[in-house]
């Protein structure tokens, strides 16, 4: 544990002030699915996490808050750190979860199925699970507290935002999504949805938090998407599969995960990474 003010934990990240305009971002091996972080670690996941980030944080040439992985003036002991944590600018974060979707599948599938709502109140009729939208959809939902977060319709998410940054956000989100989704589709892989979070800093909009991970968002393998079919995914899926089977009601604690489940999900957070990248997993761990 750095020696600085601890800020805040999430579910998955560990958040230190380094100074008035900077933070520590440390990502840990936990893991939650249906808003319950589980007893089990997954290890080296929260360095599969930070380093996806960085990888798009260097590609997107968006503005964004990373400013450095090095630690060694900032903590005491960096080698318990390194790779899996960074120092950010410090933001001011806009309390809206920027949903962009490229293909109909999950929580908004279930809604068109089952007759429309917010985030499908504008698509077509007729199209099947996890087909391609005609375009990106943007479907924002309210960062919850706690608990399940809700989708927002575009009046809610004006005014939560306000009419100028909503269109900000919209467009700048769609414009990440478009571009991690063609460079993802190079290597063999789907970018299904993701979720940004922005944050203020001077008057400036940053992207900020976890960037295009599968803790964010729903990669395919492309040579396994079918249009109507269940699309297996480098995401917490399988965990959340397994966790079905073994009847938890998702009220905590969660059940404690067997050792082959436990190497299973790190094999397709690693596999995430490798493809993604084009980088070893090795060799990041052994540069970072
Ligand atoms: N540059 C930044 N400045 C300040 N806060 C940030 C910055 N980037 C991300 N955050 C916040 O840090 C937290 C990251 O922690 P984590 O991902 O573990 O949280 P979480 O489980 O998603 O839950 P929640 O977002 O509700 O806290 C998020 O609340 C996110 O909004
Ligand atoms: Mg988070």
């Not at 059940?255 to 596999?271: F, N």
Request: aromatic share 10%; proline share 7%.
């Amino acid at each position: 544990m750095p020696a600085l003010p601890h800020v805040a934990s999430g579910k998955v990240r560990d958040i230190y002030e380094v100074d008035r305009d900077r933070l520590l971002f440390v990502a840990s091996d936990r893991i939650s699915a249906y808003d319950v972080v589980l007893p089990d670690l997954i290890p080296d996941k929260g360095k599969v996490l930070t380093g996806l980030s960085l990888y798009w944080f260097e590609n997107l040439g968006v503005p964004n808050h990373f400013i450095s992985t090095d630690l060694s003036e900032t903590v005491d002991d960096p080698a318990d750190l390194q790779g899996r944590a960074m120092i950010v600018r410090k933001a001011e974060v806009i309390p809206m979860e920027c949903v962009v979707r490229g293909y109909l599948y999950g929580s908004s599938w279930r809604e068109y199925e089952a007759g429309g709502g917010p985030t499908t109140e504008h698509l077509p009729a007729g199209l099947q699970m996890a087909e391609q939208l005609p375009e990106p959809l943007f479907t924002p939902a309210t960062k919850a507290e706690s608990g399940h977060d809700e989708n927002l319709t575009v009046a809610g998410a004006r005014a939560l935002v306000g009419e100028d940054v909503y269109e900000q956000l919209k467009h700048t989100a769609i414009d990440i999504y478009l571009q991690a989704a063609q460079a993802a589709a190079a290597k063999g892989v789907l970018l299904a949805d993701t979720k940004f979070e922005f944050g203020w800093v001077d008057g400036e909009l940053l992207l900020v938090d976890e960037v295009l991970t599968p803790d964010s968002s729903r990669y395919w393998p492309a040579d396994r998407y079918e249009v109507g079919r269940t699309v297996p995914s480098f995401d917490k899926q399988y965990v959340r599969d397994w966790l079905d089977s073994t009847g938890w009601d998702h009220t905590p604690p969660a059940p404690a995960m067997p050792d082959d489940v436990k190497s299973a999900t790190r094999a397709r957070y690693v596999e995430a990474f490798e493809r993604i990248t084009g980088q070893p997993f090795d060799d990041y761990l052994e540069g970072s």
